[in-house]
């Protein structure tokens, strides 16, 4: 019997978001989608948003549900909590499956990545998604959700969370999934990751850019499905 399976979405994203792949991921246990503290419908937590609060936040859903062992599929920065939470809990997790997770970091970096992520700018630039954001964090209010956001990936690229060395002590199997457009994240830095770590393998879509609304979900489930029904 498969562990259950936990659903992660990314920064600035919410559960919602990664609903398609609950219908054509039957058949691999019980799904589960988890929202990380801040997103979405999901209160404010009184602490600054960092990679081990969401973990622990994961932890803890985990621990009450009473599951012994999960597997994890994470989008984008679902797919960092992952591996962060396998690294510290090595027995909870079985199987994890990233996409689009970006794994280097340093100042330049999230210099870079932060650039955006001004409120006024986004609505003045991208005010499609603007407007999405706004309705997607009403809990805790989009723009607060934008500035916990910079903070964090400011302090990751001071201090990234999981080093190039750290990929060794975790002993699961990984499967590393790209788009081969995706402009976030670059392949050397996946590569790095996947000969890093122990037992990992490397999936490259063709296509498919970073938003994971512009993934095919049967596809996309077909691929975890595989991974996760191996012996």
């Given amino acids: 019997m498969q562990p259950p399976l936990i659903i992660l979405h990314g920064a600035l994203g919410d559960a919602r978001q990664l609903e398609p792949l609950t219908t054509p991921l039957s058949g691999v246990g019980e799904i589960h989608i988890f929202g990380f503290p801040g997103h979405g419908e999901q209160p404010m937590p009184a602490s600054a948003f960092s990679i081990p609060l969401f973990a622990e936040s994961l932890l803890k859903f985990i621990q009450e549900k009473e599951w012994t062992q999960v597997n994890i599929f ?85 201090d990234n969370p999981l080093k190039i060395a750290d990929y060794a002590e975790i002993k699961q199997e990984v499967l590393l999934l790209l788009g081969d457009r995706d402009k976030m994240v670059g392949l050397d830095e996946t590569l790095a990751v996947r000969n890093a770590l122990p037992v990992a393998q490397l999936g490259i879509l063709p296509g498919v850019p970073h938003p994971v609304e512009q993934v095919d979900t049967e596809v996309l489930s077909c691929i975890i499905r595989r991974f996760l029904n191996r012996p």
């Fill in 74 to 158: 994470g989008y984008s920065m679902g797919g960092y909590v992952a591996l962060y939470l396998a690294k510290q809990h090595p027995n909870l997790v079985h199987r994890i499956i990233t996409l689009a997770t970006k794994f280097h970091w340093d100042e330049p970096t999230a210099a870079g990545e932060v650039k955006m992520l001004d409120p006024d700018t986004m609505r003045a630039k991208v005010p499609a998604f603007a407007a999405v954001l706004e309705q997607r964090h009403k809990a805790g209010g989009w723009r607060e959700v934008l500035k916990r956001t910079a903070e964090m990936m400011l302090a990751m690229g001071r």
